[in-house]
């Protein structure tokens, strides 16, 4: 009768589980696919509501075993009276533990890219514009370049009139001695790089070329007041004006021969050492025309080889001199020295 109990109970239990039907728990999911496909979201919230009531929460109330093993429980940082020593800590001002801080940058900085002068957009403008201003001045001042240059090595009769220039052709005869002026700002300020660095007390390097430009723009007018007002004291007006065309004139072609140092210094990287060369050798040629100039304005009809010494020292030697070494003073006071 045992047997035949635990048997028939079996079976039971076997034909119970079949037959029950397993109810799977309700989830909104299901209430949602209850209804039809253009229910609106208000409908679906509403259908979910109302087959899900919001329970009472309780809260535990175990005790916080989330301590050291032989230590008290934890404090609440929000506690005011807490301890400052219990609110501190290595990682206290980690921004990994404050989203509300500003987290920076993570992770090794990369070598930062060197400075270039080719990759320069300042100096690459500034290049852009002289080469612009270089041949508008050229055009406009073609017919005075000519003429000088095919009587620049005649020389001209007393009683000769010569054509004046216009208004036009001084005016851009003076943007070619800027022009001149920008390309040796422009080279002393690659050689101060070279020489000196490119550490100064000065916000910006541009700053340093326009320090270097005033101060050329300034010793080129200094230099043909100079030789404005000696020349017409000694020599008289008209030689005085003659000399002054020869020098516009010289100027323009020292501007001119310049352009393409400053060019094969900026994107072809030529050598300090062959720059200074090219420099030094477009300055003697300068210095030849110019002392032609002046012995066949001034001291053709002398044979006194002594004057034309002094006038040319005195009123060219010196004050390039005193311009270079002026030029040198700005640059170790401006630099850092460490």
């Given amino acids: 009768m045992i047997q035949q109990d635990s048997i028939a109970h079996e079976t039971i239990a076997v034909q119970g589980d079949s037959a029950v039907p397993q109810h799977k728990p309700l989830t909104p999911a299901m209430v949602i696919s209850w209804l039809p496909r253009n229910a609106t979201p208000a409908q679906q919230d509403s259908a979910i509501q109302s087959r899900f009531k919001a329970s009472e929460i309780r809260w535990s109330q175990r005790p916080d075993t989330l301590h050291l093993p032989g230590h008290d429980k934890g404090h609440n940082m929000l506690d005011v009276q807490l301890p400052q020593y219990y609110k501190e800590g290595f990682f206290s001002k980690d921004t990994l533990f404050h989203p509300e801080l500003p987290g920076g940058r993570y992770g090794v900085a990369g070598d930062p890219v060197p400075y270039t002068i080719h990759n320069d957009n300042i100096i690459t403008s500034l290049l852009l514009v002289c080469f612009v201003l270089t041949l508008i001045s050229l055009s406009n001042t073609s017919h005075f370049i000519i003429s000088q240059a095919k009587k620049f090595f005649y020389t001209p009769h007393e009683g000769s009139t010569e054509v004046a220039e216009t208004a036009n052709e001084m005016r851009f005869l003076v943007s070619l001695i800027i022009l001149d002026s920008i390309m040796i700002a422009l080279l002393y300020y690659f050689y101060s790089l070279h020489t000196y660095g490119d550490t100064y007390v000065l916000k910006s390097q541009y700053y340093l070329i326009v ?128």
């Fill in 211 to 338: 320090i270097y430009l005033a101060m050329t723009v300034a010793y080129f007018i200094l230099r043909f007041l100079t030789y404005s007002i000696v020349n017409t004291v000694f020599f008289g007006s008209k030689k005085s004006g003659q000399f002054a065309k020869a020098l516009l004139f010289i100027s323009s072609l020292e501007a001119t021969m310049l352009f393409p140092l400053v060019v094969l210094s900026v994107y072809f990287e030529l050598s300090i050492k062959n720059a200074i060369i090219y420099f030094t050798t477009v300055l003697v040629i300068v210095k030849i025309l110019t002392i032609y100039k002046c012995f066949t304005i001034f001291f053709r009809q002398k044979v006194f080889k002594l004057q034309i010494i002094l006038y040319f020292c005195s009123l060219e030697i010196v004050p390039l001199l005193a311009f270079w070494g002026v030029l040198e003073t700005t640059a170790n006071s401006l630099k850092i020295n460490f």
